[in-house]
């Protein structure tokens, strides 16, 4: 099986990670899933196959090598996606040989996607491309990693004279809500080293990532009767918009792109007497962060010196950090990687990643974990699509990977 019939198969999970819910998984679905992947796993003879309370997937690929002893590599991908899109009942479709015009995705709600808005799309002409009808996200991200992981398992299955070490995969529940390595038991998983499958483009070699933060702002507001209000209502909800003026208009998402940082208000609620912000702050560098995070609270102050005292309050609380810090003395991961892509006939490229993958926080629990591309593109939306070819080719990458380690041994 191709990994991008994989991808298709798995669509049929609706694994959304509900960011409200403490539970590990956060959604029942993703325990499903789960465990369909662990009786897949058991079906391409993977070995030491677990799947815990948690949902986190494990498995081994025993070494076909006589008395092998060498780096034990790992790759990961994550089975939820996220639920700000519609993430169920998707319905996909194949466009053979694509010709680089612009695609209907959806006639009746007049649904396309363009090459003009995506310039992606004119690297696929004359491939194959898995589309949906543009109602739903295609769940690529990072059910394209999971088809890749478990496509070159099946491929080194039937195909012992590829000779390679001991492979660890695993699958992790509730990336996209930033708890994916919450309870990831890195001693448990086995490998010394692993890469995440869970980019965009074949070729993308990643290893810098945001370090990361979240804010939240409490405003107590005063309500009194709109007739009788004045020099005493202190409206919350005016408050914060007060508060967000503060933050420059420059750096928003929206506004900043390579190692430009930002402020992110991704959710607000409130009423005349409270009212909340919640923004998610984002530096390549550690010290713009705190930058940031000093802004956040300098802005309180201003507002509690205007209106009075413990009227907004600013909760800070660190997600992950760049993981170059923990790459860099394993450079090797780097090398090899490229090498890898080069060696398949691709371009292996390294950009600064504007977001987190688990291997964030993995490198810094011990396992240095860079990122690998899968194929597809326009994650998180509805626009979100995977080139069948490219995605064979990042198979043919964790393969040539798996090849590289097994005649190099790394000490961790």
Not at 38 to 63: C, H, P, R
Not at 261 to 290: N, S
Not at 376 to 397: P, R, T
């Amino acid at each position: 099986m191709r990994a991008y019939e994989r991808l298709i198969n798995y669509t049929k999970y609706p694994t959304g990670s509900v960011s409200g819910n403490e539970s590990c998984p956060s959604s029942p679905e993703q325990l499903e899933f789960g465990k369909a992947l662990a009786d897949e796993m058991k079906e391409l003879g993977i070995t030491n196959i677990n799947i815990d309370e948690n949902g986190y997937v494990f498995g081994t690929i025993e070494a076909n090598i006589e008395n092998w002893s060498g780096t034990v590599i790992g790759f990961l991908a994550h089975m939820d996606v996220v639920r700000d899109v519609p993430f169920s009942d998707i319905n996909t479709r194949l466009i053979q040989n694509y010709d680089g015009s612009e695609i209907i995705l959806n006639s009746e709600k007049n649904i396309r996607l363009s090459p003009e808005e995506f310039d992606s799309l004119k690297d696929y002409i004359g491939m194959d491309l898995v589309v949906t009808d543009g109602t739903t996200l295609l769940g690529a991200d990072d059910k394209a990693g999971i088809a890749e992981i478990l496509t070159m398992a099946e491929t080194l299955k039937n195909h012992p004279e590829i000779k390679h070490g001991k492979i660890q995969i695993g699958f992790t529940p509730d990336e996209e809500i930033g708890r994916g390595a919450d309870l990831f038991d890195v001693k448990r998983f086995g490998a010394e080293f692993a890469y995440t499958v869970d980019g965009a483009a074949f070729g993308e070699v990643e290893f810098e990532t945001f370090n990361a933060a979240a804010a939240k702002v409490s405003i107590n507001g005063i309500n009194i009767h709109p007739g009788s209000a004045k020099g005493k209502m202190k409206n919350a909800l005016l408050l914060a918009m007060e508060f967000n003026t503060h933050l420059p208009e420059t750096e928003r998402p929206d506004s900043t792109e390579g190692y430009e940082g930002f402020y992110h208000l991704d959710k607000m609620e409130g009423i005349v007497d409270h009212a909340e912000l919640h923004y998610i702050l984002r530096d390549h560098d550690i010290a713009k962060l705190e930058e940031r995070k000093t802004r956040m609270l300098s802005t309180a102050d201003k507002l509690n010196q205007k209106y009075g005292k413990d009227m907004v309050q600013v909760e800070l609380r660190d997600s992950y950090y760049n993981m170059a810090e923990q790459i860099k003395p394993h450079w090797h991961l780097i090398d090899t990687a490229f090498e890898a892509v080069k060696e398949i006939g691709g371009t292996p490229y390294s950009a600064p990643v504007r977001g987190g993958t688990d291997g964030s926080r993995l490198s810094f629990m011990g396992l240095p974990c860079p990122n690998l591309g899968t194929g597809s593109h326009n994650h998180h939306g509805k626009l979100e699509y995977a080139c069948v070819q490219a995605m064979d080719q990042c198979v043919e990458l964790l393969i040539k990977i798996a090849e590289k380690y097994a005649t190099n041994n790394y000490i961790k």
